[in-house]
């Protein structure tokens, strides 16, 4: 069992930054891929990013590409998304997520195993 808690989100305005963090709790953290989902208002739950148990590779949504970075520190059992030039388009609650097989995530076979509770994200124009 691994327990999840994002925090870090707010109101920003386009064109700044926010990071958002997830701790990680219970079960040995880097025995899991990481992931970042997000849902707006109105709209299903999309994938934005996730990360290897090791942190050596990464995937993005093409919509966060070259804008949002997801990283992690097993020593802290943390999992960071850093997100640069933000639109408003990028309004949504954003939730952090844990799998095993990180892999079928991000091909989109599989829904993780483990989710946060969400944190509201909002980019004013």
């Known amino acids: 069992q691994v327990q999840l808690v994002e925090s870090g989100g707010g109101l920003v305005q386009a064109g700044g930054s926010l990071r958002l963090s997830c701790a990680a709790s219970g079960r040995s953290f880097s025995s899991y891929g990481m992931c970042w989902f997000r849902q707006a208002p109105g709209k299903e739950r999309e994938f934005v990013g996730a990360?290897?148990?090791?942190?050596?590779?990464?995937f993005y949504a093409d919509s966060v590409k070259g804008r949002f970075t997801i990283s992690r520190d097993n020593a802290k059992n943390t999992v960071y998304l850093q997100m640069n030039s933000l639109k408003t388009e990028d309004t949504a609650v954003y939730y952090c997520?844990?799998?095993?097989?990180?892999?079928?995530?991000?091909?989109?076979?599989?829904?993780?195993?483990?989710w946060g509770q969400g944190t509201q994200v909002t980019v004013s124009s």
């Open positions: 997520a844990a799998d095993a097989r990180i892999s079928t995530v991000v091909a989109g076979t599989k829904s993780p195993d483990y």
């Open positions: 990360i290897s148990r090791s942190g050596s590779n990464t």
